[in-house]
């Protein structure tokens, strides 16, 4: 038996008795719908299978088919994405979903190159979603394959990792393969203390042979992100009515359609510059007081520095452009991660 066929072989047969239950996988053998495969490998970008199995069974509850998501309004499923990161994926997830209902018949396209072509899906994505939800032969590389592979062959690199990945992805059940791949990654495979006495392909493994696992895959060294700085502003006002007591509410705007957190919800802030700003681009004039305290978020090319500033609405003086939400109701606004932590650490002072 070719190395090929036995690496193949017995990761299959693994697969067959260890794989994960997960709400968008179908048994071991069995093709999983292709818009299940397609989202939950859009939203697993980045994110664990813990954060995403909630938020998936939730979203297709919501949108259970493509042309439900088609037909979404946009900003409806912006706010069900909070908290998922790179929000330009939601977006293209609503995009993509416009272009299989028009050009597609509502179905995705079976092959990697047709679903390459939908807005948003990479090489990743497309070699996923066709092996996995069309049987399609394609080579499949996230983070955990590439750690598996790279330890099989003492590969070092994503060319040398690709060409091994190519060598051992079999003709039949490229999907299976590909996910045992994934489980195996998650489960034994694992960056720090692999467990190799589990491992199925632990004979076939040079790393495991030279005492070498944790050397691989090799990481190039990582370039220092720089620095931005900005400041977050948390307006606040008090509406009273004849029947109940006052109501807190607080100024949320709406990002500018382009560029980073587009389309979001989110609390106002000034600009994103090399130094700090200040009280820049204030969304009113208000007796300003910024707090002792500031919040971090990192970007893929930036790291973001939030001064935090509280002030009160004065209606007879100022006016101010966004909406109005209620401070008890703000989880349901669907904010960024980095605008819920900065809510987080206002209200732990107020």
Known sequence: MDAKRSI??????????????????????????????????????????????????????????????????????????????????????????????????????????????????????????????????????????????????????????????????????????AQAMMDLGSAICSPRRPKCLLCPLADDCAAHRAGMEEAFPVKPAKKARPARFGTIFWLEREMGAADSANRRELLLVRRPSKGLLGGMRALPTGPWELSAPGLAEAPAPADWVMLNRAVSHGFTHFTLELALAVGRWDAHSTHAEGEWWPVDDLASAGLPTVFAKAAEAIGRTR
């Open 8 to 177: 193949a072989d017995k990761l299959l047969d693994w697969y067959d008795r260890h794989a994960r239950t997960l709400p968008w996988r179908a048994p071991p053998g069995v093709r999983a719908d292709p818009y299940r495969v397609w989202l939950s490998e859009v939203m697993l970008q980045q994110t664990t299978v813990a954060t995403v199995r909630p938020r998936f069974e939730a979203w297709v509850a919501r949108w259970p088919d493509i042309a439900s998501l088609a037909a979404a309004d946009e900003a409806e499923v912006m706010a069900a994405w909070a908290g998922l990161g790179y929000y330009a994926r939601a977006r293209n997830l609503v995009r993509a979903a416009k272009v299989i209902a028009a050009d597609h018949g509502g179905r995705l396209p079976a092959t990697e190159a047709a679903l390459r072509a939908l807005p948003g899906l990479g090489d990743y994505t497309a070699a996923a979603v066709a092996a996995i939800a069309f049987g399609q032969r394609a080579v499949v590389i996230d983070a955990n394959v590439e750690r598996v592979v790279s330890r099989l062959f003492c590969a070092a690199g994503k060319p040398a990792v690709r060409a091994a990945a190519e060598q051992v992805t079999p003709d039949q059940r490229a999907g299976d393969f």
